[in-house]
């Protein structure tokens, strides 16, 4: 099992970014795919999360400004993050759940500073 984030970097505060998590060995359609980030220390926590039936919740710190969606087709998540703040600067983590059996990307930094 393969989960692989891109589209991560350094932008400045106000813009944007989009990053994907391309799944492979899964039956992807099935899994609840989230978004997870970590700043230097501060505990994971979770910012994103869609359903296998294209159901969203987001965090409250994120709301919108943030949005998750999946691709299916292209087992693919993506988290598409506008008015990016400083505090949104983190390493950005996709996972993959279904019915407890977990798997976790290898994370994609986003810094967001001027």
């Known amino acids: 099992v393969q989960l692989v984030e891109s589209g991560g970097g350094l932008v400045q505060p106000g813009g944007s970014l989009r990053l994907s998590c391309a799944a492979s060995?899964?039956?992807?359609?099935?899994?609840?795919m989230d978004w997870y980030r970590q700043a230097p220390g501060k505990q994971r926590e979770l910012v994103a999360s869609?359903?296998?039936?294209?159901?969203?919740n987001h965090a409250d710190s994120v709301k919108g400004r943030f949005t998750i969606s999946r691709d299916n087709a292209k087992n693919t998540v993506y988290l598409q993050m506008n008015s990016l703040k400083p505090d949104d600067t983190a390493l950005y983590y996709c996972?993959?759940?279904?019915?407890?059996?977990?798997?976790w990307g290898q994370g994609t930094q986003v810094t967001v500073s001027s």
């Open positions: 869609i359903s296998s039936d294209g159901m969203t």
């Open positions: 996972r993959a759940n279904f019915k407890g059996l977990v798997y």
């Open positions: 060995r899964i039956t992807f359609s099935l899994y609840v």
